[in-house]
């Protein structure tokens, strides 16, 4: 079946630290792929998508990029902030099952100044 | 715009009550898809709702059941609460779901079951 792995967190890095993310994903064609990310005491909010292969997408210093050789879309950022701290989730959609996204279990994000 | 708005913000219920749970969509928005969040298993699909017909169920009970009216507000239903029921769930919305639809999220009702 369809499904997401990322990596185990926390992830605790220094302010402007480089940040990578990793995730892989399965599935049989081509899914949209996402990140979201969730701040303490909220919801989720989309961080970037990317929709074919080797489309990058980004957003606010992160990027991401589809890759189907390797099926992953790892989240980087050059230079982390302490309100960058945060659970980083990537998740897919596929056409035949286009009303849900399946998420990874989240990667818990911790910048200390 | 008004973000998605979800209430309550906290609900504590006793084992065996029923709740409703509510989702205001952004406006212009006619899917409402719900998830429930917990640490042990993640984020999961409950059901998604297009004009108030439901498109797609997740791998739930029948205890746990949702509507849209035609406004596309959305409510969820969970009838004889179990413990394992305490979640956060989140409701969003999209214009008109589909796969390469970015979801809008509200904060989440805490559900804490006792």
């Known amino acids: 079946g369809n499904s997401v792995t990322q990596m185990e967190g926390p992830v605790t890095l220094s302010e402007e630290a480089f940040l990578t993310i990793n995730c892989t994903y399965t599935?049989?064609?081509?899914?949209?792929l996402f990140w979201y990310v969730q701040y303490p005491g909220e919801g989720l909010q989309l961080l970037l998508k990317?929709?074919?292969?080797?489309d990058k997408g980004s957003n606010k210093g992160f990027e991401a990029t589809y890759r189907k050789e390797t099926t992953s879309f790892h989240l980087e950022k050059g230079s982390v902030q302490v309100s960058d701290s945060a659970v980083y989730f990537c998740?897919?959609?596929?056409?035949?099952?286009?009303?849900?996204?399946?998420f990874g279990s989240g990667t818990r994000l911790l910048v200390r100044p | 715009k008004a973000g998605v708005t979800q209430t309550p913000r906290y609900l504590i219920k006793t084992r065996g009550q029923q709740v409703t749970l509510s989702c205001s969509p952004i406006s212009g928005h006619r899917s409402v898809s719900w998830y429930q969040q917990t640490p042990g298993q993640g984020l999961q699909f409950l059901f998604e709702y297009f004009s108030e017909t439901q498109r797609n169920k997740g791998n739930f009970p029948g205890r746990f059941s949702g509507r849209q009216f035609s406004n596309s507000r959305s409510e969820m239903n969970v009838s004889t609460l179990e413990l394992g029921d305490s979640a956060l769930y989140l409701c969003?919305?999209?214009?008109?779901?589909?796969?390469?639809?970015?979801?809008?999220f509200g904060n989440g009702t805490r559900l804490t079951v006792t």
């Open positions: 990317a929709t074919k292969a080797d």
């Open positions: 599935a049989t064609g081509y899914p949209s």
């Open positions: 969003a919305s999209s214009l008109a779901g589909g796969y390469n639809s970015p979801l809008h």
């Open positions: 998740a897919l959609s596929k056409m035949d099952s286009s009303y849900k996204l399946i």
